[in-house]
């Protein structure tokens, strides 16, 4: 007992130092690794700062909708077939003047808010519809009147956006496009866009209203010239262009007020970019064109011949890029999304 005692004595006090070394030692490595750590939170800190000083439009269009667009709880769906079992082909067109906007929505009650998806299948593209719109009521409750069955017979996912310009300043077709894809990405990263003129409406449902690899245009012929192509290059009335592809071309020219040359300033942008534009079956991509009077307030545009020549040297700055506006209201409207804005006034 008398030796054990001080032996005893010593191996405690060898435990406790050992366990005193043990604790600085954790101590020292938490205070190394904590430096390490903020060192790298401030690396990573001005990393993000240099980054953000180059964010293009490109990823400014990406962040609006790098977010999940809507939560699917329901079990996922097969594939559209290529070809839709719903196609009738053409059909006898009517504009009934006894025709009202409530028995359209009527028709079309599987439309919320403008927007449609197949119930039965997964659509092949997501499709926004683009229409510039000003005073033309009439006209746009045809469309629609046509336009929603005929899309549904097409199993797509779509959703229908009227662009409204606001104040009696000359119309500016052209913005209002760019006003429209741009207002779009900000509710869903669609595939494809149709810029569509309120007063053309398809006769036959195998004209698709889908993307292709190539710029794509919808009106080979129309009854108010014969169904025949209005003139060699005409890429006008209804066209369907990728986010990649009209984002490439920087979208429509700005400065193009009143009547004519937009449409022409798009084929350039898309030939200098070396794209091909394409075209359904002229049998296929017929229009009806509902008659009316030159609008006041869209005369023809005098200068256009002169600024599609400047096309080549300005379309880099001249487009999405510099498209500037004011959003009025956004109104979701049972058959369409209503957006009306405020484009400013042609420049002296």
Not at 51 to 67: F, G, I, P, Y
Not at 146 to 160: E, G, I, K, N, S
Not at 207 to 212: A, E, I, S, T, V
Not at 267 to 274: A, P, T, W
Request: hydrophobic share 35%.
């Amino acid at each position: 007992m008398g030796f054990c005692s001080p032996v005893c004595k010593i191996l405690r006090r060898g435990k406790y130092f050992v366990l005193l070394i043990l604790s600085l030692s954790v101590l020292a490595w938490i205070a190394t690794f904590s430096g390490e750590t903020v060192k790298s939170v401030l690396v990573s800190s001005a990393t993000t700062q240099a980054l953000v000083k180059e964010v293009t439009l490109r990823d400014k269009l990406n962040s609006w909708t790098a977010a999940p667009d809507r939560v699917n709880t329901q079990p996922l769906k097969t594939e559209c077939p290529e070809k839709s079992p719903l196609l009738q082909g053409a059909l006898n067109l009517s504009f009934e003047s006894s025709l009202k906007l409530k028995d359209v929505e009527g028709d079309n009650k599987d439309v919320n808010e403008g927007e449609y998806e197949p119930s039965d299948c997964m659509a092949r593209q997501s499709i926004a519809i683009l229409i510039p719109h000003r005073n033309r009521e009439r006209h746009l409750l045809y469309l629609l009147h046509h336009l929603h069955p005929f899309l549904q017979r097409q199993q797509l996912h779509y959703a229908v956006y009227v662009i409204q310009q606001a104040g009696d300043a000359t119309f500016n077709r052209a913005k209002l496009l760019n006003v429209g894809y741009l207002e779009a990405l900000k509710d869903y990263s669609w595939e494809c866009f149709i810029f569509h003129d309120v007063d053309l409406v398809p006769e036959n449902d195998h004209n698709l209203y889908m993307c292709d690899k190539q710029p794509k245009h919808l009106v080979v012929g129309r009854n108010a010239t014969g169904y025949k192509l209005r003139y060699k290059g005409y890429f006008g009335g209804v066209t369907a262009m990728t986010k990649e592809q009209f984002l490439q071309v920087n979208g429509f020219s700005n400065i193009y007020w009143g009547w004519g040359g937009e449409d022409d300033d798009l084929r350039i942008r898309v030939e200098l970019q070396k794209m091909k534009i394409v075209r359904p079956p002229a049998q296929v991509a017929r229009y009806t064109m509902v008659f009316h009077k030159r609008d006041s307030g869209n005369e023809i545009n005098k200068d256009r011949m002169k600024l599609l020549g400047r096309t080549p040297h300005v379309w880099r700055k001249d487009g999405l890029n510099s498209c500037s506006y004011k959003t009025l209201s956004v109104e979701r409207l049972p058959l369409y999304v209503n957006v009306t804005v405020d484009i400013g006034k042609p420049q002296s």
